[in-house]
């Protein structure tokens, strides 16, 4: 005769194991600092599938070397910054945890996003057309503001065209915009008789900024809220490079066809009308670059109004 009481013991412990396995998988993320608290709301939360609002949770990766836009807080375990606010506001705006991933560099972004190592990235990803061949976007940052930084002490004349660098050896972040941009500008370099840019491409932006403060490189290129963080910090470094370019805005990457792509457009749109998106960027001193609307895919490639 079976014994009742055993099999209900057997039913408990097999539950505790399948719970305390849902929750060691949630807990093998990296920490991440809370600077905002938003309520959920559960008309938005119904755009998501039903296996995902079962699971509760996304995870979502970043590449945390870029201050203030994402990094590691002085302990170097727990993530902080822009993209960490953000993406943890439109989690808790539809009821889910977001587990952080670290991506070990920005060039295992598209390929973590097409295994489906993670539901979504924000790590300063520029939306491209290539690049939209293989993953979605939403939209979140006006990255039109960039910079080139040297040492204070060169005393480099301000300038407003990368033109201007014509000649000289400019660094910039593996896998980036940046490097195209001065790509084109050493065309027009050329084109006018003038040196072409050496482009210098490092594996991250504190590799370039260490480059430039040693002398190694004498000017790095990439978005200005980082750049003008990092001048802010270290006294020997100076913007001395106010660059305007017209591209799309930094954008969350999503893999293609992702099924919770709606939801977070969504969820992202009803934190910039309640203000608490606003609230995030100016927390960071990065107000400039908000944008009015999360657009999604092709629409991220419309004019900016």
């Known amino acids: 005769m079976l014994n009742i009481k055993s099999l209900l013991s057997g039913a408990i412990l097999?539950?505790?194991?399948?719970?305390?396995?849902?929750?060691?998988?949630?807990?093998?993320?990296v920490a991440a600092k809370f600077n905002f608290q938003v309520k959920?709301?559960?008309?938005?939360?119904?755009?998501?599938?039903?296996?995902?609002?079962?699971?509760?949770?996304?995870?979502?990766?970043?590449?945390?070397?870029?201050?203030?836009?994402?990094?590691?807080?002085?302990?170097?375990?727990?993530?902080?910054?822009?993209?960490?606010?953000?993406?943890?506001?439109i989690g808790?705006?539809?009821?889910?945890k977001v587990i952080w991933k670290d991506t070990g560099g920005f060039d295992n972004i598209i390929p973590g996003l097409k295994t489906g190592r993670f539901d979504a990235v924000l790590s300063n990803i520029r939306p491209s057309q290539k690049r939209f061949a293989q993953i979605d976007f939403v939209s979140y940052f006006d990255s039109s503001r960039q910079a080139v930084i040297s040492r204070k002490d060169k005393n480099v004349p301000p300038f407003t065209r990368l033109t201007a660098l014509c000649?000289?050896?400019?660094?910039?972040?593996?896998?980036?915009?940046?490097?195209?941009?001065?790509?084109?500008?050493?065309?027009t370099c050329i084109s006018e008789n003038k040196p072409a840019i050496n482009v210098a491409?490092?594996?991250?932006?504190?590799?370039?900024?260490?480059?430039?403060?040693?002398?190694?490189?004498?000017?790095?290129?990439g978005p200005w809220e980082g750049l003008a963080y990092q001048a802010a910090q270290l006294k020997n470094l100076a913007i001395t490079g106010e660059i305007s370019v017209q591209e799309p805005p930094m954008s969350i990457g999503l893999p293609k066809g992702s099924p919770i792509e709606k939801a977070?457009?969504?969820a992202l749109n009803s934190l910039i009308q309640d203000g608490t998106y606003q609230k995030i960027l100016d927390h960071w001193f990065i107000g400039y670059g908000a944008v009015k609307?999360?657009?999604l895919n092709e629409d991220v490639f419309a004019k900016q109004s």
């Open 201 to 221: 491409v490092f594996p991250s932006r504190p590799d370039g900024v260490v480059a430039v403060l040693s002398g190694r490189t004498s000017f790095y290129y």
């Open 264 to 266: 977070v457009q969504a």
């Open 92 to 96: 808790q705006r539809l009821g889910l």
């Open 14 to 29: 097999s539950s505790a194991l399948l719970t305390a396995s849902v929750y060691a998988q949630e807990e093998a993320g």
């Open 167 to 187: 000649g000289e050896t400019v660094g910039a972040g593996v896998g980036t915009a940046q490097i195209e941009f001065l790509n084109e500008a050493s065309k």
């Open 40 to 89: 959920p709301d559960a008309k938005l939360q119904s755009l998501l599938p039903q296996e995902i609002i079962q699971k509760g949770y996304v995870i979502a990766g970043t590449n945390p070397n870029t201050p203030p836009t994402t990094f590691f807080l002085e302990d170097n375990k727990t993530l902080s910054g822009r993209d960490v606010d953000i993406m943890n506001a």
């Open 293 to 295: 609307e999360a657009k």
